[in-house]
Structures are given as structure tokens and as C-alpha cells.
């Protein structure tokens, strides 16, 4: 597996990652057109034209099978306009393996090789991810009944 950043020709993925990070807890199936919604939009909308959009992907064999992405907005992870936003999301058939870590692990580096001080994200409770961003480092900064906002905080270089 390989870890790059995204191609300018790749951006247009970033609809599929942002509706597999959407943790749906079985049962049936939100309609793809949930990202459509304009809190969950702002998380792809015009991805690359802002100052401090960085995406990674996982690429196995030819095929991207994972992306992770940081955005400075105003999402459900917000802490303040200096700490990036995370998300994260692999594709199901490449899940368990591994790609999640290596990827958040790579994204990680890049921030703070770049200087910022945090990054945040937000995650459902019952998502199996929260193990994946614990291990990372990142702890609770927020909870509320389904969903925590978690941060994790850079030493100074």
C-alpha cells in the first residue's frame, strides 16, 4: 500500500470517501444523496481551493482505496479557525487491514510537519473508529449523546 497525496484528476473521490465516512450503524442504507446536505457538503465543496486543504489517499494495486482529508471549517468537529478538521474513510472490502491507521498516521505527520498545533474531528460513539483515532492519540474534547469531538494536540517541534 501507498500513501500520497490526492491528484488534482482524484478530488472528484472525495464524494464517495465523504459518504463512506458517514457511520450508518447497519440497518438500512442512507441515500447517497445525504452528502448533498449542506453541513456535510462543506466537507468536499471546491476541496484544494482553500488554504490548508490536505488530502492523502491509500492507493493498493493501482486502486484508491482510502482518503484522508483536513479542511479549516466550520464541521462538526469545530474548535476554533486554527485547528484543521479530519476526516477519514476507506473503502468497506479494505477495512480492518490497516489503511485507516496508516492513513491518519501519515495525515498526522503532515500537520504537524507543517506547524499546526491540533486537529480535530468528530465521530459517532458507536463507530469503531474511536479505538482507531484513541490509538492515534486523540482524546475526547467534547460528548454528547451519539457523538464525540476528538482532538488531538501537537508537541512544538
Not at 37 to 51: I, K, N
Not at 70 to 83: D, L, Y
Not at 127 to 143: D, H, I, K, M, S
Request: aromatic content about 10%; charged content about 20%.
Amino acid at each position: 500500500m501507498t500513501i500520497r497525496p490526492i491528484r488534482r484528476s482524484e478530488i472528484p473521490l472525495l464524494t464517495d470517501f465523504l459518504y463512506e465516512a458517514i457511520f450508518q450503524g447497519g440497518g438500512t442504507p442512507l441515500p447517497r444523496t445525504v452528502i448533498q446536505h449542506p453541513a456535510l457538503w462543506r466537507y468536499v465543496d471546491r476541496f484544494g481551493s482553500r488554504r490548508g486543504d490536505r488530502c492523502l489517499v491509500a492507493e493498493q494495486q493501482g486502486v484508491i482505496v482510502g482518503a484522508v482529508w483536513v479542511r479549516r471549517m466550520h464541521g462538526f468537529g469545530f474548535r476554533n479557525t486554527a485547528t484543521p478538521e479530519m476526516a477519514v474513510a476507506v473503502y468497506p472490502q479494505w477495512r480492518g487491514q490497516g489503511t485507516g491507521t496508516s492513513l491518519v498516521a501519515a495525515m498526522l505527520q503532515l500537520l504537524h510537519r507543517e506547524g499546526y498545533t491540533a486537529v480535530s474531528l468528530s465521530v459517532q460513539r458507536a463507530n469503531p473508529a474511536v479505538r482507531l483515532y484513541q490509538r492515534a492519540g486523540f482524546t475526547v474534547a467534547e460528548a454528547t449523546d451519539g457523538e464525540y469531538v476528538m482532538v488531538k494536540n501537537f508537541l512544538p517541534l
